[in-house]
C-alpha cells in the first residue's frame, strides 16, 4: 500500500472536514452560544486543519493511487473522520467520555443516527449543526466529495467510489470517475436544498429546515427535537419528511436521469419497482397492526405507519411514534426491514434492496433445480442475467452480514440488559438506522450502554457503512504484501 498516497488524501478530507468546523463556529456567534462552545470549535478547527495541512503539504508528491489504495483510504479514512469530527463534542464538554464522543461522531457521518445526547433542546446551535454537517458529509461520502475535487486521482479514485459508495452496483454516470462524483453530489445537494425550503414553508426555521433536511437526505436521523419529527406534531411536514426519506432511499442515479429529462428511468429499474412494491407493503401492514390495538382511527394509523414504515425501512429513524408500544407483529416486521435498507447507490444503510432480490431469486434458482436437475435456470434482475461471480459475492455478502450480526449480538449480550436490546443494538448501528427495541427504543438513546459497548457498536457502524468488505479485507494478510 502506497502509505504516503493514503495518509495525503486524509489530510486533503481532514481539511474539509476543519472548514466545515469553522463554518459551525460561525453558527455558534450568530446563535449567540457561550464563547466555551466557540472555543472549542474554532480549537477543533485548528487541530484538526493544521493536522491536515501538515500531511497535505508535506506528502504532496506521494504518487498516483493505486487500486489496493483504495481500501485503505476509505477505511483509515473514516477512522481518522470520526476521531476528527468528536473533538468538538469533546472539547465543549457536551460529551464528557471521550468513547461516546467517538460514538456520536461516528454515528454523524455513518448517517446511523444513534446517540448518546438525552436533551437535545439545551445543546448549543453551533454544536447542533455540526451533528447535522457531519450527516450531510457522511451521507454521499466525504471522499467521494475528496475524488470530485482532486483529478489525479487515478485507478485509486474508482476504488474509492466503489469502496464508500452503497451498494453492490456502482453506476457510473459519466467516462470520468471525478465527473459522476460531481454530479451525485449535484443532485444530493440540490435536493437538500428542495427540502429545505419546503420545510421552512411548513413552519420551520431556517434552522431547523437545514438540520433536517441533512439528515433526511443523508438517511440520518439526527434531529434538532429530543422527540425528533413527533415534536413539530405537524402532518405537512410529516408528509414532507416521507416523501424526502423515500427519495433518500432511491439509487441517486436515477434520479439524476429523472432531472434530465428521462422520469421514466425509476419504472424501468427492477430494484426500484421492488422497493417501491416492499415499501407499500410495510406501511399498510404497520398501520393495519398498530390500528388494530393501539390507534381509534385509521387515518391516525396510516399517518404512523406510513412514516414509521419509510423511516426504518431507508434507514433514516426519524421517530413520530413510540412504536415500542406497537403489537409484536408491527415490531417484528420493523426489525425485518432493518436488515433490508435502501437501494444500491442510495444513502441507505441495510443489505440493500438489490442483494434481497439476488438471495429470493437466487433461492428460487435453487428450489427449481432441486425439482428439475436439467432444466437451465439463470438469475434474472429484470431483463438481466447475473453472471455467477455477481450472484456468489452477493450471496457471500448476505452470509457474512448475518454471521456478523449474529456475533454482534452474543457480545452485546455482556453489555446490555436483554436480549431485545443486544439483538436490536447490532442491526440499528450495523444496518445504520438508529433506534431499535428495548433499552435503545425510539424514546430512548444509547447512553446506558456501556463505554465498552459503545466501543463495540462503533466497529459495528463502520461495518454497515462501509458494507463489511472494504473494512475486513484490510484485515487479510495478502493485503499488506507487496
Excluded at 489504495?69 to 464538554?93: C, E, M, N, R
Excluded at 464522543?101 to 437535545?120: H, P, Y
Excluded at 434474472?380 to 452470509?399: D, M, R, T, Y
Aim: with cysteine.
Amino acid at each position: 500500500m502506497n502509505f504516503r498516497a493514503v495518509a495525503y488524501l486524509i489530510s486533503f478530507m481532514l481539511m474539509i472536514l476543519a472548514v466545515a468546523m469553522l463554518l459551525c463556529a460561525g453558527v455558534a456567534w450568530l446563535y449567540n452560544d457561550s464563547p466555551h462552545v466557540i472555543q472549542a470549535l474554532m480549537i477543533s478547527f485548528a487541530i484538526v486543519f493544521l493536522l491536515g495541512f501538515a500531511g497535505w503539504y508535506w506528502l504532496r508528491d506521494a504518487g498516483e493511487l493505486r487500486r489496493r489504495d483504495g481500501f485503505g483510504i476509505v477505511t483509515f479514512g473514516w477512522i481518522a473522520a470520526a476521531l476528527a469530527a468528536a473533538l468538538p463534542y469533546f472539547l465543549s464538554g457536551m460529551i464528557e467520555q471521550p468513547v461516546s464522543a467517538v460514538f456520536e461522531a461516528m454515528s454523524g457521518l455513518t448517517t446511523t443516527g444513534a446517540s448518546v445526547l438525552t436533551d437535545i433542546e439545551s445543546l448549543p446551535r453551533g454544536l447542533l449543526f455540526w451533528r447535522a454537517l457531519t450527516h450531510f458529509f457522511g451521507g454521499m461520502g466525504v471522499l467521494i466529495l475528496c475524488v470530485a475535487i482532486i483529478p489525479f486521482l487515478g485507478v485509486g479514485g474508482m476504488q474509492i467510489y466503489r469502496a464508500e459508495m452503497p451498494g453492490p452496483s456502482k453506476d457510473r454516470l459519466a467516462p470520468r470517475i471525478t465527473t459522476t462524483a460531481k454530479l451525485l453530489w449535484a443532485v444530493y445537494v440540490l435536493l437538500c436544498l428542495t427540502q429545505t425550503l419546503l420545510l421552512h414553508i411548513g413552519g420551520m426555521s431556517w434552522f431547523d429546515s437545514f438540520c433536517h433536511a441533512f439528515s433526511t437526505m443523508a438517511t440520518g436521523g439526527f434531529s434538532t427535537r429530543t422527540a425528533s419529527i413527533g415534536a413539530y406534531n405537524n402532518l405537512y411536514i410529516e408528509i414532507i419528511t416521507i416523501v424526502f426519506m423515500f427519495l433518500a432511499g432511491v439509487n441517486f442515479a436515477l434520479h439524476y436521469r429523472a432531472l434530465t429529462g428521462d422520469p421514466r428511468a425509476y419504472f424501468r429499474n427492477a430494484e426500484f419497482r421492488f422497493y417501491c412494491g416492499l415499501w407499500l407493503s410495510v406501511c399498510l401492514l404497520l398501520s393495519f397492526f398498530s390500528w388494530l390495538s393501539v390507534y381509534e382511527g385509521a387515518g391516525r394509523a396510516l399517518r404512523a405507519g406510513f412514516f414509521q414504515g419509510t423511516s426504518i425501512l431507508t434507514t433514516t429513524g426519524f421517530v413520530t411514534e413510540d412504536f415500542s408500544l406497537w403489537p409484536a407483529a408491527a415490531q417484528v416486521i420493523l426489525v425485518l426491514i432493518m436488515f433490508i435498507g435502501g437501494c444500491a447507490g442510495s444513502t441507505g444503510g441495510g443489505m440493500k434492496q438489490l442483494r434481497i432480490m439476488v438471495v429470493l431469486k437466487k433461492t428460487l434458482r435453487e428450489i427449481t433445480l432441486f425439482m428439475r436437475p436439467q432444466s437451465v435456470v439463470k438469475t434474472k434482475i429484470g431483463n438481466l442475467s447475473l453472471p455467477a461471480s455477481s450472484v456468489s459475492n452477493i450471496s457471500g455478502f448476505f452470509i457474512l452480514f448475518l454471521m456478523l450480526f449474529a456475533a454482534g449480538t452474543l457480545i452485546m449480550t455482556f453489555f446490555t440488559p436483554d436480549i431485545t436490546t443486544a439483538l436490536t443494538s447490532v442491526i440499528a448501528t450495523m444496518g445504520n438506522i438508529g433506534p431499535g427495541l428495548g433499552a435503545i427504543g425510539p424514546v430512548e438513546t444509547y447512553a446506558s450502554i456501556p463505554e465498552t459497548g459503545k466501543g463495540v457498536l462503533v466497529v459495528f457502524m463502520l461495518l454497515g457503512r462501509l458494507e463489511l468488505f472494504t473494512v475486513l479485507i484490510i484485515l487479510l494478510p495478502e493485503f499488506w504484501r507487496k
